[in-house]
């Protein structure tokens, strides 16, 4: 009977599933939106606790917060559910994408439907961005520590070591000064160790099963290889699905065609460079994790092992591009929480929080930049439309008169009148 009373919470993520466009910053201001302002599930200090904690684990950020929500309202039972019902969807699409692509080309697509997702998605980080500036920046550090943080990402968006980098060296930062925060008592120091035995266990063991899978030649030895490779992808990754579809990218597009991979003659997981660059396209398009691109890579990896294997493939790059995600930040949350305790990591989190504010107002001037002003610079007209949808965006959600999902919709009807016409 407990657990019943959480479905109108896991409602709400299903719905959060279907319309959270944007990768992890827009689905920031998407959570916002729906978990702190209309649900109050947490407050708007938590769920930035949340995310800074996340930004220093590899995987998939947005579903770390989202899944620690869960943790926080329902213990490990809810988390579970909320990532499941948060990654289906997604990874459902992708899924049945890898099945559908053979009959697909780029004409087919109705991507003009998806002209001002993109601008709707900057418009929830601007307004994340706003709603958490006057809860994490208060002082002279944080402020400097904020503007520090918002030009390193904004030269420096798509370096992989940015973000966790950023908020390591912020957190230390706030440290050289005790007298804000003295310390008080002496947290618990009991640790459960299961999650974190899990995952290295699963790591050891399954690089293990690959490689021998093919020094032996297994016949079946593909599902062994997609899983290592991808749960390997999922456990090191920092920086979410902009720094994760380039490492797919070169390890199934181009390192099956380099010279040293041809004359060992060992057969290795491969993809066709359309296809993969089909399916990147397409992630960015859908709501739900960028990470979901596992189940469209798990499936076309395995497609010439017939529709059974495939589907197998899907089920597979699904389940090993999140569980690391999962077992991660479940395991080193409740070590965090106890840690937190003591002074030197409360006064971590002051820092901490002024560079997650820092790296969002960073990434909306540079999506900003990279979408619709850089296109000046060669000659094109500066996309006011697009700029008018951030705009919109932000003061909608501002006056908080109007649930996300219809701004969601709004803006992809929006696409396809401009289509139409």
């Not at 997609?226 to 720094?243: A, H, K, P, Q």
Request: glycine letters at 10%.
């Amino acid at each position: 009977m407990k657990f019943f009373r959480h479905i109108p919470f896991l409602r709400a993520v299903l719905l959060h599933s279907f319309t959270a466009f944007g990768g992890p910053q827009g689905h920031m201001g998407m959570m916002i939106k729906t978990f702190v302002h209309e649900r109050k599930d947490v407050t708007e200090e938590e769920l930035m606790e949340y995310n800074g904690f996340c930004q220093l684990l590899p995987g998939a950020s947005s579903t770390q917060t989202l899944t620690l929500i869960g943790f926080k309202r329902g213990g490990l039972t809810l988390a579970i559910w909320t990532l499941i019902i948060w990654i289906i969807p997604a990874s459902t699409i992708m899924g049945a994408l890898s099945f559908l692509i053979d009959y697909m080309d780029d004409k087919s697509l109705p991507q003009g439907i998806f002209l001002f997702v993109q601008p709707m998605a900057i418009g929830f980080i601007m307004y994340s961005t706003f709603r958490i500036f006057g809860v994490a920046i208060h002082n002279t550090i944080t402020q400097v520590i904020m503007i520090l943080a918002t030009l390193v990402t904004f030269l420096a968006f798509k370096t992989p070591w940015v973000f966790p980098g950023l908020i390591l060296a912020a957190g230390i930062t706030t440290n050289f000064s005790d007298r804000r925060i003295p310390q008080k008592g002496v947290p618990p120091k009991q640790i459960k160790w299961g999650n974190m035995l899990i995952f290295l266990a699963l790591f050891g063991i399954a690089g293990y099963l690959s490689e021998t899978a093919t020094r032996q030649n297994w016949p079946n030895r593909k599902p062994f290889n997609l899983f290592e490779m991808t749960f390997r992808n999922g456990s090191l990754v920092f920086g979410g699905g902009d720094v994760l579809m380039p490492l797919m990218y070169e390890q199934y597009v181009t390192r099956p065609e380099t010279k040293q991979v041809q004359k060992s003659h060992r057969t290795v997981l491969r993809m066709d460079k359309k296809d993969f660059l089909t399916g990147s396209g397409i992630v960015r398009a859908i709501p739900g994790p960028v990470f979901s691109i596992g189940a469209f890579t798990g499936g076309m990896l395995l497609s010439d092992q017939g529709p059974g294997l495939q589907f197998l493939g899907c089920i597979i790059g699904t389940l090993a591009i999140f569980l690391p995600s999962a077992l991660l930040v479940l395991f080193f949350f409740p070590v965090w929480h106890n840690l937190k305790k003591y002074a030197v990591i409360f006064r971590s989190l002051e820092g901490i929080n002024a560079a997650v504010v820092g790296i969002m107002a960073g990434a909306t001037c540079y999506l900003i930049k990279d979408n619709f002003l850089f296109p000046l610079i060669e000659g094109k007209t500066i996309g006011f439309m697009e700029l008018g949808v951030v705009a919109v965006t932000f003061f909608m959600l501002n006056s908080h008169k109007i649930p996300a999902p219809f701004i969601v919709l709004g803006s992809i009807l929006l696409g396809w009148l401009f289509q139409s016409f």
